[in-house]
């Protein structure tokens, strides 16, 4: 059985930093795309990073791109999004998800965590 867990999310400042983790268990290879997606209230779910299995593949939304870094630990089976400089519109639900190919879409991906909520207040 396949699961993602995400931590580390919480309330910050504008300017500030947060560190979010995605433990997996239950994948079959280590081969896996680990992409982190966004769904702010009344929003659709929308794509923030992704980094292939080897981490020399990586993608980030036009809006996150010099402010997030993703990074994977394939020994402990965990991707970290590491968020600086956030912004009061970075608020949202942070997902991470699994997939053997890239891809920035969500209905793409096979396998999602439950979600850790980030705010940035002004």
């Known amino acids: 059985q396949v699961q993602l867990v995400e931590s580390g999310g919480g309330l910050v400042q504008a300017g500030g930093s947060l560190r979010l983790s995605c433990a997996a268990s239950g994948l079959t290879s280590s081969r896996y795309y680990m992409g982190w997606f966004r769904q702010a209230p009344g929003k659709e779910r929308e794509f923030v990073t992704a980094?292939?299995?080897?981490?020399?593949?990586?993608r980030y939304a036009d809006s996150v791109k010099g402010r997030f870094a993703i990074s994977r630990d394939n020994g402990k089976n965990t991707v970290y999004l590491q968020m600086n400089s956030l912004k009061p519109e970075d608020t949202a639900l942070y997902y991470c998800a699994a997939r053997l190919v890239y891809s920035d879409n969500a209905y793409d991906y096979n396998y999602w965590g439950q979600g850790t909520q980030v705010t940035v207040s002004s």
């Open positions: 980094i292939s299995w080897s981490g020399l593949t990586i």
